[in-house]
């Protein structure tokens, strides 16, 4: 017959509370801000989605005499998308940016369906804006991880 076991020493198949509590706190603190950084983009991103969407297929978006240009409309909305999107999914920055411009495509050929005008300026000036959003995003990702290479070492 086996001897009891030692209840001091718990055997190393028995799963103890302080293993995974203890790693989880031992985590560097970046690996903990990650997902809730992409997560907030997701939830940002999917904001701007359905905003996008409401004010391109609403009649009249732009009141006459508001001083925004439609281009400049168009620029910064998918701008701001392609940027938060590009945090959302890092991996997936480029079929997001194309299913942002299928989108953008795909309103601009709608429109004249609902009483709104669809003009393939406005499409371009949705492609610029994804164009400088995506490059917006690669240049503060590339900044800040200089940033933080530096303060890591030299901290």
Do not use: N
Not at 5 to 14: R, V
Not at 39 to 64: C, E, G, K, M
Not at 78 to 107: K, V
């Amino acid at each position: 017959m086996a001897p009891p076991p030692d209840e001091s020493h718990p055997s190393p198949t028995a799963p103890t509370r302080a293993g995974p509590v203890s790693a989880r706190f031992c985590k560097p603190p970046q690996t903990r801000r990650r997902p809730r950084m992409a997560s907030s983009a997701r939830r940002l991103t999917y904001l701007l989605l359905i905003t996008i969407i409401v004010l391109s297929l609403w009649p009249h978006a732009y009141p006459t005499g508001s001083g925004m240009s439609d281009k400049l409309g168009h620029f910064l909305a998918y701008a701001a998308i392609a940027f938060t999107s590009s945090f959302g999914w890092p991996r997936r920055a480029g079929r997001a940016a194309a299913g942002l411009a299928i989108m953008g495509l795909a309103i601009e050929t709608v429109q004249p369906f609902i009483g709104r005008s669809g003009d393939v300026a406005d499409w371009m000036a949705d492609l610029i804006g994804l164009a400088a959003g995506m490059t917006g995003a690669v240049l503060w990702s590339a900044t800040w991880s200089t940033i933080a290479a530096r303060w890591t070492r030299d901290g």
